[in-house]
């Protein structure tokens, strides 16, 4: 599995504990900046997140701001884009399983490292139920359209 992983600022200094723990899990990790602690627009890294896991370079996305609202909003406007903000385990894993979010957001100034790990944890090993969620994401979807 690949998972493509951005941040703003707000969420650069999380983000190197966040590869560490996707790689301990065998998952190959793209990551796309930001790299430094240099202010930057989370748009960009949202956008580009989100447009990895669109066109199929990476399965699933992870994306860091200061609260996860912004950089999700900017990954939720790429066609194809389920991301959701999460700030606690239980919405995490339903994220998944309810929801098949692509993309998993979080604040860095919201959670800590402890938990930042916790949410991907329950996410990632959530299931999609499928059924009649697979109806209510398939009408997500059509709003795209
Ligand atoms: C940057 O200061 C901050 O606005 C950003 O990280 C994020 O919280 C926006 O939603």
Redesign the pocket.
């Known amino acids: 599995m690949k998972i493509a992983i951005g941040c703003?600022?707000?969420?650069f200094e999380l983000k190197p504990y966040v590869v560490e723990y996707l790689i301990s899990r065998g998952i190959e990790v793209m990551d796309l900046g930001t790299n430094s602690s240099e202010?930057v627009d989370?748009p960009d890294y949202g956008r580009a997140v989100g447009e990895s896991v669109a066109s199929g370079k990476a399965d699933l996305g992870i994306v860091i701001?200061?609260?996860?609202?912004?950089?999700s909003?900017a990954a939720n406007k790429v066609r194809g884009i389920r991301a959701a903000v999460v700030s606690d385990t239980f919405s995490a894993k339903m994220a998944r399983a309810h929801n098949n979010a692509n993309v998993l957001a979080f604040?860095a100034?919201v959670v800590g490292k402890g938990l930042a790990l916790e949410l991907i944890s329950a996410w990632l090993d959530a299931e999609f139920a499928g059924g009649r969620h697979q109806r209510r994401v398939d009408k997500i979807m059509e709003i795209e359209n």
């Open positions: 703003d600022h707000g969420g202010s989370y701001c200061g609260t996860g609202i912004g950089i909003l604040g100034r």
